[in-house]
């Protein structure tokens, strides 16, 4: 009997299950279907699509079963109710079902390209792991842009793991990192940071992110604020490091401040500060450290908080097949 090489290996990497978190998107919901099923079948793979509604108030769930009934291979899960973490808690729910070879993530508003698809399995047939997609253009005003990046190069300055930059969701992974990043059990998980984390061979591609086809996004300056709170505060300690550095000089400057004022105060009196507004100065700079380093413990304990309560991220309301709506069992609705 012939053996089976790894480039035969390579090669029978057929499948894929794609994963489009959705919010409020029922206008773009059948754009996307059509858009993927024209990639699948065109790079003839085996495939499935998954839809997870995250409790939108539209008409999402109805516009879901519609395309079930015309295509077998499109699933759809309801939640029960809008979870905070959307698209996170989505991408999560989806891997738990997906049975294909690989999964790949994407945002139900149009904003990654499912024609980029094509580009991700041949890097994934040629032996990459995780193939993400890397936005080097974004159509989204400058101070979003700037935002963006900055963020992007803080997060992997300060985290332990190396982060690739301007890297969103949308990826393939294969199932074998699937494996894994179901296995980190945070409830306040971060998608891009934990598929960094868990390794293997990745590699990324540029492409151009548009604008969304409807609606008005649900991000905002808080929202966006809050996502870099979670990837910094979830990989990395170095705020913690940086805090203990710099109170540690402090001391050290301060105890030298101190002796200085003493000896001059003998040598020449008339050289020494007077008054209280040095003091006052002195109060405000270590009073406003304090406050900062009291806030960045604090948001670690908020995270530690977050986690030992072990509250369900999402909770799966109704399975979407065949055109029929059916209720998850309760064993399956985390």
């Known amino acids: 009997m012939d053996s089976i090489t790894p480039r035969d290996q390579l090669l029978q990497r057929n499948s894929i299950s794609a994963i489009v978190a959705c919010y409020k998107d029922a206008q773009a919901i059948p754009i996307m279907a059509e858009r993927l099923v024209k990639v699948f079948e065109k ?29 077998p291979k499109v699933i759809g899960i309801t939640n029960s109710r809008s979870f905070e973490q959307t698209s996170q808690g989505s991408f999560r729910s989806g891997m738990e079902i997906a049975t294909k070879d690989a999964c790949v993530l994407l945002d139900g508003d149009l904003q990654d390209p499912p024609e980029l698809i094509e580009d991700f399995i041949s890097k994934w047939r040629e032996g990459y792991d995780v193939v993400y997609g890397v936005r080097f253009k974004r159509e989204a005003p400058l101070s979003m842009q700037w935002g963006s990046k900055a963020f992007y190069r803080i997060f992997d300055w300060l985290s332990t793991t190396s982060m690739p930059h301007d890297a969103g969701d949308f990826s393939l992974i294969d199932k074998k990192v699937v494996y894994w990043i179901l296995k980190c059990n945070e409830r306040d998980i971060f998608i891009r ?24 996004s649900s991000n905002n300056f808080f929202k966006n604020i809050s996502w870099a709170k979670k990837g910094i505060f979830s990989f990395s300690r170095k705020p913690l490091d940086m805090l203990t550095t710099f109170g540690f000089a402090s001391v050290i400057f301060t105890v030298f401040l101190a002796v200085f004022e003493i000896i001059l105060h003998f040598i020449s009196p008339q050289l020494a500060p007077k008054g209280i507004t040095t003091i006052i100065l002195l109060i405000m700079f270590f009073g406003s450290f304090n406050i900062l380093a009291i806030s960045v413990v604090g948001e670690y304990i908020a995270k530690i908080f977050e986690e030992v309560k072990q509250r369900p991220s999402f909770i799966r309301n109704n399975l979407i097949k065949n055109g029929k709506i059916i209720s998850f069992p309760t064993n399956q609705c985390h």
């Open 43 to 71: 790079c003839g793979i085996d495939y499935e699509i998954i839809f997870v509604d995250n409790g939108s108030p539209d008409e999402s769930e109805e516009v879901i079963r519609n395309l079930s009934a015309l295509n």
């Open 193 to 216: 940071g934990i598929r960094a984390y868990v390794g293997f061979k990745q590699t990324g591609i540029e492409y151009h992110r548009p604008e969304r086809m409807f609606g008005i």
